[in-house]
């Protein structure tokens, strides 16, 4: 039933976008245009919006991530993405609902897989349109990543030694806000560390 509803939550998003279409999507998204279709990369995957639907490769989305690039498409402007100063989510106005949830699924998920997720973190860089973190940033080994072409966040690893256990840390860019909304952006992190341990898993 709630696969349902996420389901009807897309396409209400998609009719609500092709209902006014900006005429510069593309550009605000960014994207590639063709006809009423806009390709671009989300969440390590080609992703193309539809009138009919919105697909990651083949595969069409009906659960939160679809509503997380709907939103973002209906959220789009032509606001570039500032990356720096780095902003942690509890900074964010109005995250304090949230931020528990944050903590325990976009930070707390990846602790148990550090190693592997530093041995994978070309692959992962790769994969999410990432590079190395800015100077200063602090960590045993640290990237950022873009899940949505202006969402950056900024994953902070420690290693687990005689004296502290592992830990991860997720930072977001800074106007993040500007394209998703508090909430929609707690599930950004969410689903960029699942698909952070789903490439550090795989062989």
Known sequence: MMGDNYAKIVQDNLKRLYGNLPKDLARALPAQQDGKNFLFEAFGENCEIRPEGIFLGQ???AGVVGILISL???NAN??????????????FSNSMPYAGA???HTQQILVHQVEDIEKS???????????KAPTGVEGDFSFVVYPLPKIALCYIFYEADDDFS???TCLFSNNALSFLSIDALA????YTSKKILDISTSS
């Open 166 to 168: 592992a830990s991860a």
């Open 187 to 190: 599930d950004v992190g969410e």
């Open 102 to 104: 944050f903590v325990t």
């Open 121 to 131: 973190r070309g692959r992962i860089m790769e994969k999410l349109n990432g590079h």
């Open 78 to 91: 032509l606001e570039t993405c500032l990356t720096e100063p780095l902003k942690s989510f509890k900074d």
């Open 59 to 61: 595969v069409r989305q």
């Open 72 to 74: 973002y498409t209906l």
